[in-house]
T-cell receptor
């Protein structure tokens, strides 16, 4: 149990366009989901935390108008990168946690390339 | 804010030998959780082992064990009988018991030599 999927696994988009990444908890209800960004050969940096039915909490320095997060159901959170630019190219990873637990279960990640 | 430090960017071990990866953290909280994650080339984060701060006993999972020194804020990972499949990036992580924040160290790249 505790499987998290992400779609798409890879996406290439043109500069100025928007791209949506989905994160789903397949076999459990996730009250909280997390979005991370990982640059090559670097660690995971938390971008935002989202709770089902409420607004996401963004980390300092993360533009909330650029990285739109929606957590509309207990099994789905989406990250939309708006007006993408080449510097947004990165590996984006989501994770999810069950209610009243401390573990996070990670998705396989999405590689975004903005040309 | 909590910080996690992994002072070894790269480590190497001979197959079947033992290797220890270091991790220290800084926090003023009394209750928290510590993790070691493995990230192979596929980049899927895999939980290796977890430790609750309130437990004095060191966690063990088969060939993986930790040396948790709460007073020293140290949380090292020992891999025994290293296997080729253990080669990966290893991240130490801290999670507060009071909120959802999880902070990762910079990572240690482990190479296993046949």
């Amino acid at each position: 149990g505790a499987v998290v999927s992400q779609h798409p696994s890879r996406v290439i988009c043109k500069s100025g366009t928007s791209v949506k990444i989905e994160c789903r908890s397949l076999d459990f209800q996730a009250t909280t989901m997390f979005w991370y960004r990982q640059f090559p050969k670097q660690s995971l940096m938390l971008m935002a935390t989202s709770n089902e039915g409420s607004k996401a909490t963004y980390e300092q320095g993360v533009e909330k108008d650029k990285f739109l997060i929606n957590h509309a159901s207990l099994t789905l959170s989406t990250l939309t990168v708006t007006s993408a630019h080449p510097e947004d190219s990165s590996f984006y990873i989501c994770s999810a946690s069950r209610p009243a637990t401390y573990e996070q279960y990670f998705g396989p990640g999405t590689r975004l390339t903005v040309t | 804010a909590q910080t996690v430090t992994q002072s070894q960017p790269e480590m190497s071990v001979q197959e079947a030998e033992t290797v220890t990866l270091s991790c220290t953290y800084d926090t003023s909280e009394s209750d928290y959780y510590l993790f070691w994650y493995k990230q192979p080339p596929s980049r899927q984060m895999i939980l290796v082992i977890r430790q609750e701060a309130y437990k004095q006993q060191n966690a063990t999972e088969n060939r993986f064990s930790v040396n948790f020194q709460k007073a020293a804020k140290s949380f090292s990972l020992k891999i025994s009988d290293s296997q080729l499949g253990d080669a990966a990036m290893y991240f130490c992580a801290y999670r507060s018991a009071y909120n959802n924040d999880m902070r990762f160290g910079a990572g240690t790249r482990l190479t296993v030599k046949p």
